[in-house]
């Protein structure tokens, strides 16, 4: 049965995104009213400039004051399309205080304060969902939190920053260096003027806090995330993991540590073999890989980014959220009853690959196999290159911690016979 | 705040799924706890055989009457887990009747009687969940029926049987023929003692018939779904798919028609490109494509079957089950409003890889080109290969329809110059 009263539900922001979900709104208003049980209606857009015209959307409805309309009193849900930490995080916290529910598509908010809005969101009773702040169109925060919610996940392994993989890709298929692909990226529109919150990882620490917290039940600040960009990453990086049989990727990783008492999450590059499903994703695709107990194995693949999937996501928070308030009921809140520790990049255990500079002369090989010796650090290969007095060691280790990696390239920089360490990378997915 | 009396559980059917079932429940019992708010208990088992042993269950809940169980009055969830379409129905009809929602992981049931048990469920206010019934641990149901509840599905594309896929990946990377490839997967376990509803296309059809339901929001009933198995792809057909750069797969395939007025849902093995994702899916793992309008491509892979894995999608659902138990609200129900036609194969467009035996003299492609175009079937490209008086002709063909399709193969047939149409098979994920 229908009810008839619509649910109002006003739009923050209505640029790329808000103005997707705008249009669908309309166009599919008959479909979302059966989905829902009510109708719904745009019942106000905020934005910084009004004057810009804006296809479908009423006039009347569009304000530059934001704080006005989620303080009206008769909005059932606030949708938050506008990124950034001010003023979203205080519209959102107005928002519950008038007594709407929120949908919010802000990884950067919600990485850095998600604890204090869903306290919030708790404390109003209100729901807050935010599907599309992680991975786009992508459903991965519902699969995690809703369908392996009877299941232990151990591992979330994945590529969720299409920018960085558009230039990977670019580099990995023409050979290009860092910059041509940058700026072929830029020009095609997939990475923006200024390109540092996804070059620099910033972006996929966000998703991987997020990811993290809601896969181990335990609160995963920005600032327990190891981050490393990938504006290092070198033609001569791709040349050695080809060497290897392996590409490179800008991978977030979560992981629970094999006691499971602790959990780690970092972003970096890292090598990944060429048959590992991760490898073959393409151009601005997302992938993610969930490794639990019961389930094994799983991926989640599709567009991660672009105004139509993100309010894809958007919108089918809003139906849910939507349901809730017709039932009288929220959803699934926070989860950090777990509250494991968060252990530093040291604890990580994983494979490296390290190209090292050397003095072509006997012994050396010797010496840097003893310094990975003392410091407990098992070597899977090396591979020697001599030309003209110098020579590269790549060398290919077993698991190894984090911790014990730096301590053996801090004391192989200090050997005479060592000119320099030209590359350390990772080496996941296996 | 945690409640103290536990949510009882009942459980029907212990084998391979319902003992992985109790003893996730027994060994995550703290954490099922936290999740859903309250403790659960194991109120029951009801088993057909009382006297094996069961490890970890106390043999006190063992019981043969299912049907006493489901009526005791204090079950707050059902979880089904015998198959097959009697008793389960009728004990889970009363299990709604008796008060308690119910957790299935039916698929012959859901697809046959799907409509019937919504209904029960929705008159009694309580629930029914079904994510372990297609594709074991993949989440489907939950991302189809509630993330993409705001986007417009089109196509749902997968391999959703793991025991079809594991024949026919041996046929493809052995040459084996399907006898010995089936011979293999029976061995290894992957194929039943009577593999009729796998190979023969009827589990594939009634998970086709689920998710073309949900996905649709259009009650589309097993009878509604062209099925068709896969005991007669030969080695043969893979070569011909290598020439094309294809490989084999069983597909089950949820279309919108282009005028987005009907639907169809069929089952059949097709053609794929090797560049296509669901290409590379090996062995026994399912895979699931889903191309909606806002969120464009999305995948979704991982085990299809086995105990573990299809307990972590029934653990999934019980604990979204009891959360709504608690909340005194229901999740999403059967969602048929939209009530499209569902069509029958003749309307389907698709390509097709036509093999025809035909006699080695002048005029027989034309022959055979001027009856495609008689029937407004347009071809793409024509490989002919003669040999002692006998020719072979492999026709590949541009979009048509099946109607279109069989008259061309009927008039093909009547041809004097064709002796034979060796094989047909459609061509898909372009």
Known sequence: MMRTRPLKVALLGCGVVGSEVARIMTTHAADLAARIGAPIELAGVAVRRPGKAREGIPPELVTTDATALVKRGDIDVVVEVI????????????????????????????????????????????????????????????????????????????IVNGTTNFILDKMDSTGAGYQEALDEATALGYAEADPTADVEGFDAAAKAAILAGIAFHTRVRLDDVYREGMTEVTAADFASARNMGCTIKLLAICERAADGGSVTARVHPAMIPLTHPLASVRGAYNAVFVESDAAGQLMFYGPGAGGAPTASAVLGDLVAVCRNRLNGATGPGESAYAALTVSPMGDVVTRYHISLDVADKPGVLAQVATVFAEHGVSIDTVRQKGKDGEASLVVVTHRASDASLTGTVEALRKLDTVRGVASIMRVEGE
Chains 1, 2 share one sequence.
Request: hydrophobic share 45%; aromatic share 4%.
């Open 83 to 158: 990124g950034g930490i001010e003023p979203a995080r205080s519209l959102i916290t107005t928002a519950f205080e008038h007594g709407a529910s929120v949908v919010s598509a802000n990884k950067a908010l919600l990485a850095q304060d998600g604890a204090a809005l869903h306290a919030a969101a708790g404390e109003h009773g209100r729901d807050l969902y935010y599907e599309a702040a992680v991975a786009g169109a992508i459903p991965l925060i519902r699969p995690l939190r809703e369908s392996l919610a009877g299941d232990k996940v151990n591992r979330v392994l994945g």
